[in-house]
């Protein structure tokens, strides 16, 4: 099986339509395409999916499902973010769509010890809390960084790995997406190592808490598919505790254009066999399954 859970387009920030993505990842070979346009309803930003475009979105794939049967088998979702005590991922919320699966996803840093801090102004967000996107562009994260954590960067890297920890206790989705995202301008900006005790210690304690939440981690390649980093999300280390604790893990692309779904696909999978896997999983009709590396 080749699978992808983890794919955006003209909706939210991808370049390219459903259908152009549709037509590549059955030219890549792929059994099984899910769509994931970034999601924060009833909130939005610039790079959200907009609140009047749920239904339209939906509807697109599900035709599109139909007209491509024969060849690929696609699927609704949504990468869901989530923002402690404002947003959470949730079928429960976005049950009227009716998706297929759900992606959980921490892109904003907030600061629990000083919650009127200044993060980065969101383009067209009605969020009403301050924070910064982790993954935004490098300007956004020094500023995001200077403003909310004082160029703290442990502080910043324990504030963002708690709110995965927070956000690995629900329940209502289905996978955990690009767990150490954080790491995406870390070699621009060098705000921590990841070889300091205490960074290893926040992997740690986050991939024990995605062992409790018996949820699905992604191995997602979209650094590398879009040229920001030459690596995984999660990193080879963290890969290699998810693994010790026996954490299900699926492989996402996390693509945004034409070209990107099978561009870190191997590589992915070469990281998950180091790291002692020999399976991952993929959803078939809501059921999670099992397929060989």
Known sequence: ???NYHTHSTFCDGKASIEEMVQDAIASGFDILGFS?????PYQSSWHLKNDKYDEYVSTIRKLALQYKDKIQLQVGFEADFIPMVLEPSKTKLAQFEP???IGAVHYAVNYDSPYAKGYPQEESNFPVNLFAVDGSEEEVREGLKNMFDNDGKLACQSYFAIQREMATLSDYDIIAH??????????INFFSEEEDWYKHEI?????AFAKSGKVVEVNYGGISRGTLNDTYP???FLKILRSLDVPVTISADAHGVGQLNNGYDFAVQQMKKAGYSEFYYLDNKKWLQSSL
Not at 37 to 41: D, E, P, Q, T, Y
Not at 179 to 188: E, L, M, S, T, V
């Open 1 to 3: 099986m080749k699978t």
């Open 37 to 41: 346009s970034h999601a924060a309803f």
């Open 100 to 102: 297929d699966f759900l």
């Open 179 to 188: 767990p150490d995202i954080i790491r995406k301008r870390n070699a621009a």
């Open 204 to 208: 740690t304690a986050t991939a024990q």
């Open 235 to 237: 990193s080879l280390d």
